[in-house]
């Protein structure tokens, strides 16, 4: 009985085997690198770039202020993140839909930071062999300081990485020049540590069984997805004989691949469609003088001798809800007005009567100059005869800065009760920038 129990322990939990990727060159492992320098410029950089003499891009938490180069976002303007959001999500969605899992093969992440940490491997501990020959090995100086030397660059570029991070959201020369907060280090470890241990040693078992985008990718792919395929009518049977099918068997797929399947027992979801598979046997190949692209991407109905249909329901409904959507947001970030204004009516000072039989109330208006310049506004009211702002109508507010300012309205005397009225708060010398906002005028 205790043994069927042993049995059983052993058919649930797989110890993990370690994956071993063969470098591999080709035509996909060149835009794989491609898209590594572009999204590290990009990451890296982005805290480096300089704009009206302040960070370009900087998501000031403290402050509650986004700056993205000439744009100010405030949190009155969150619409824009979920629109952002659901665009993203869209396009994720569509591009599966067309081509598979593109996004986990070339620009996410947990690739790109595993195709980094790999490279410093391989430059330090060798190549594929060699790493299993070192690990293979009893701990000795030589391999002590192989690992030693490989996780100190490890750390490193998970630090500087969880360095970049926070610097979109703490000035990052004010991280290097200054002793950083309590927060600002503990994101930095964070960040660094989770970079550090996704890359350099979970790899591919974040993709299987950490990332919930493995699980549902599946339900957006058809026949006519465009996917990594095994060519089985051309390749099989496998060997190197005269009667064998094109595949010689080598495994050099299987080897060179970052999550460690076979493609050629067909799609599966641990395939995070980085094409390494398809440039190895490429390469193989060529040297035993068949034709390339026994392993493609290609569609399960190409694969049948079937068409394959580009615009199909589902790519034709992403498109069109996706464009819709990208086309409004575009447009209102277009007419945005760089102005926002709330009036906060003063509870404090009820109605009152002053001089000349005039009925007072005071109000508090925030004003918001969401431009990175310093403008003047003027504050008017309507809504009542002979209602008017008392006092000075012209408020200043710095570039980028919300300013509470207090208002004085008086008015002839009315009936008693409340009153609809509005406050029109108008930017000097600049046309079209002005805001109504709606309030009440008591008289008692």
């Known amino acids: 009985m205790k043994n069927e129990m042993n049995l059983a322990e052993l058919s649930l939990y797989e110890v993990r085997r370690k994956i071993y990727p063969r470098a591999v060159h080709g035509w996909f492992a060149a835009w794989r690198w491609a898209l590594v320098w572009a999204t ?4 890296y950089g982005g805290p480096w770039l300089s704009w009206n003499e302040r960070q370009a891009v900087l998501f000031d938490i403290a402050q509650r202020k986004f700056y993205l180069f000439g744009l100010v976002f405030w949190p009155q303007d969150i619409i824009y993140l979920a629109v952002l959001l659901i665009v993203s999500a869209l396009a994720l969605f569509l591009f599966t839909a067309l081509a598979g899992r593109l996004w986990c093969g070339y620009a996410c992440p947990q690739t790109v930071y595993t195709e980094i940490f790999l490279w410093v491997e391989r430059k330090i501990e060798g ?17 002590i300081a192989l690992k030693a030397a490989k996780h100190a660059v490890w750390i490193a570029i998970a630090l500087w990485t969880g360095m970049s991070f926070v610097g979109y959201f703490t000035p990052i020369k004010d991280l290097l020049t200054h002793s950083p907060g309590p927060w600002e280090g503990f994101w930095v470890l964070f960040y660094g540590f989770a970079t550090y241990g996704n890359a350099g040693w979970m790899r591919e078992q974040v993709c299987k069984y950490m990332c919930p985008y493995a699980r549902f990718q599946s ?16 390749g099989e049977p496998r ?21 460690g399947i076979d493609i050629r027992d067909g799609l599966q979801y641990e395939c995070i469609g980085c094409a390494a598979c398809i440039d190895g046997c490429n390469q193989v190949m060529a040297k035993v003088g068949k034709p390339q692209k026994l392993i493609r991407y290609s569609t399960l109905s ?5 068409r394959t249909r580009v615009l199909r329901p589902r790519v034709l409904v992403y498109s069109l809800i996706l464009l819709a959507i990208a086309l409004a947001a575009a447009a209102t970030l277009y007419l945005r007005t760089p102005l926002k204004v709330d009036v906060i009516r003063d509870r404090a000072a009820i109605a009152r009567e002053v001089e000349g039989g005039l009925i ?6 925030q004003i918001m100059n969401t431009t990175e310049e310093a403008r003047a506004f003027h504050v008017s009211v309507r809504g009542l005869p002979d209602i008017h702002v008392w006092g000075e109508p012209t408020v200043g507010v710095p570039a980028a800065t919300s300013r509470m300012v207090p208002v004085k309205v008086r008015s002839a005397p009315a009936a008693p009760g409340t009153h609809p009225i509005e406050f029109e708060v108008r930017a000097l010398g600049v046309e079209g920038v002005a805001v109504t906002e709606h309030s009440v005028f008591i008289v008692r």
């Open 40 to 43: 590290q410029i990009v990451f």
């Open 127 to 143: 190549d594929r062999n060699a790493r299993m020959k070192l690990d293979r090995q009893k701990a000795g100086t030589k391999k």
């Open 219 to 234: 339900a957006m792919f058809d026949k006519d997805t465009l996917v990594i395929t095994y060519d089985a009518k051309r």
């Open 239 to 259: 060997g190197k004989s005269s009667a064998s099918g094109d595949c010689v068997d080598c495994g050099i797929c299987v080897q060179v691949c970052p999550t």
């Open 302 to 306: 190409a694969i049948e001798g079937k």
């Open 360 to 365: 007072e109330n005071v109000y508090r208006l």
